[in-house]
């Protein structure tokens, strides 16, 4: 197998993988909102998300630097393929909520009829429950199920949320510093070429002055007969300091020059590894707040708190809940006999079972978290994994003669499955 049918054969086995799962994303065509619009703009990144390779200043034919960049590219690549992994799981449990939404709309009449049934009880229950209560509610329904769904994890969840939101913070200052310090680079390299340009103009000065001066002494000696050897000795005294000068000038900027390149060299790689990390984290904070319907984690927190007002009164009726939970678990019952993958889901919007129009925002919230999750594997796939993968064949292919030794670099890293 030769070395660019290593990084196929991968791409190939990825894609089968997953065929199964994604054939269903073709089916979802639902329209962008203009709510979806205007969140997508508020987290536009620009060019931070795309992944730059540049081997400038990069020398390849020195081991040490190849092997540092072939690093750097698979690190990428052992990063992207860590971010799949973490998201398949959640792709196919959303993926499998979609799957139990057309099995029972596929149900026999009979069975779905049962269904039906225990759902319109549970949503009467409720509904009587809030008319027997008859006081201003600390939150709605709505907000109280969404964090219900929780399960106990709320604190963890805030936590790791305003992780994110802190480390979103770092990254992004990160960003504008490494940006900064790439523009002072450029200016430093641009000052270098101005110096050259001054230091030539400056030998070329030199030499016709050393010319005129010799000149105007030869014609001294020669007409006037006078003594200039004193003077010659001066002038080319003076010729050889301005040549030192000037020699060391130039190597001083060219020295500049090149620590210039190489730094920048340096920071553009590092720079990739940090837009990488920003965008996940970015994707990871709008897929949080999109799944939890949320803004930011106070907001969460905000519902928590509420949550836990709500509950402490919702306690005093537990003979009503007893009823609730006979209710429930009928409609389990009723579920898991029609083979409903995923049960337990629908305890908390048994509406969507009997209403149509919830129904259909159920389902578009599925669809848009799933949509979320393959932008954020699609990214790790094609940015993150394919950009280094065709870094290095590039590489390979620009360099023959150091592609055995980028090749079994490769097949060393334990970091990406080849």
Request: proline residues 1%; charged residues 35%; negative net charge.
């Amino acid at each position: 197998m030769g070395f660019l049918d290593l990084f196929r054969s991968k791409k190939d086995d990825e894609d089968l993988e997953l065929s199964d799962v994604y054939e269903d994303e073709e089916k979802d065509s639902l329209e962008e909102s203009e709510k979806e619009k205007l969140h997508r703009e508020r987290h536009e990144v620009g060019d931070w998300e795309k992944v730059i390779y540049s081997r400038d200043g990069v020398n390849i034919d020195d081991a040490a630097s190849r092997r540092s960049y072939v690093q750097s590219c698979l690190t990428q690549m052992e990063e992207g393929s860590r971010q799949i992994e973490a998201l398949q799981y959640e792709y196919r449990t959303v993926t499998g909520y979609l799957h139990d939404m057309e099995l029972l709309n596929e149900l026999p009449k009979d069975e779905r009829n049962t269904i039906n049934e225990y759902a319109r009880k549970i949503y009467e229950n409720e509904e009587q429950r809030q008319q027997y209560l008859k006081r201003k509610s600390k939150m709605t329904d709505k907000e109280y199920e969404r964090v219900e769904k929780l399960q106990g994890q709320g604190s963890d969840i805030i936590n790791k949320m305003k992780e994110s939101e802190d480390y979103h913070r770092k990254i992004r200052k990160d960003l504008i510093r490494l940006d900064n310090e790439r523009q002072a680079y450029d200016y430093r390299k641009s000052e270098a070429d101005k110096a050259l340009v001054t230091n030539r103009n400056l030998s070329i000065f030199t030499v016709i002055a050393l010319v005129v001066i010799l000149i105007v002494l030869v014609s001294l000696q020669t007409v006037m007969r006078l003594d200039v050897t004193l003077a010659y000795m001066l002038v080319i005294l003076v010729a050889a300091l301005s040549i030192v000068g000037l020699y060391m000038r130039h190597g001083a900027c060219m020295q500049e020059r090149k620590t210039v390149r190489a730094a920048k060299a340096r920071l553009i790689q590092l720079q990739n590894t940090v837009k990488v990390r920003y965008v996940n984290n970015l994707n990871l904070l709008d897929y949080m707040y999109l799944k939890y319907g949320v803004e930011s984690s106070s907001q969460l927190q905000s519902m928590m708190d509420r949550y836990r007002e709500e509950r402490a009164q919702r306690i005093q009726f537990e003979e009503a809940e007893k009823q609730l939970a006979d209710d429930q678990r009928e409609l389990l019952r009723a579920l898991r006999y029609s083979q409903v993958k995923s049960p337990e889901i629908w305890l908390h919007q048994p509406e969507a079972l009997i209403n149509h129009n919830e129904e259909v925002e159920v389902r578009h919230n599925l669809i848009v978290q799933r949509q979320s999750l393959r932008k954020r594997m699609d990214y790790n796939r094609e940015m993150v994994i394919g950009g280094a993968r065709s870094e290095i064949e590039d590489l390979a292919r620009s360099y023959p003669r150091y592609a055995n030794e980028i090749l079994d670099q490769v097949a060393r890293f334990q970091g990406v499955e080849l």
